[in-house]
Nanobody
């Protein structure tokens, strides 16, 4: 059974940084593309970033491009989301997700999800 556990969320002032982590278990991690999504109050869940199995290919939503960086460590079964220059609009619950596809960018591409971690950015 695939299990994804996010950590690293919290409260930060605008302009600050946070690093989210996601630990995966119950899967052959290097066989999976991984993604980060977020859901703000009253809004639908949206794509933030994804990474292919090797970490060579990364994809970002336009809203976070240049500020967020996704990476992975296939030895530790972990993915990370480094978030810099945070804005109040980044406030959301952030979810880690796993996909068996080679390239995954949309919510239906991902079959396994974590419980989420809250990120709050104050102005």
């Amino acid at each position: 059974q695939v299990q994804l556990v996010e950590s690293g969320g919290g409260l930060v002032q605008a302009g600050g940084s946070l690093r989210l982590s996601c630990t995966a278990s119950g899967l052959t991690f290097r066989n999976y593309a991984m993604g980060w999504f977020r859901q703000a109050p009253g809004k639908e869940r949206e794509f933030v970033a994804s990474i292919n199995w090797s970490g060579v290919l990364t994809y970002y939503a336009d809203s976070v491009k240049g500020r967020f960086t996704m990476s992975r460590d296939n030895y530790k079964n972990m993915v990370y989301l480094q978030m810099n220059s945070l804005k109040p609009g980044d406030t959301a619950v952030y979810y880690c997700a796993a996909s068996t596809l080679i390239v995954a960018k949309t919510e239906p591409d991902f079959g396994s999800w974590g419980q989420g971690t809250q990120v709050s950015v104050s102005s």
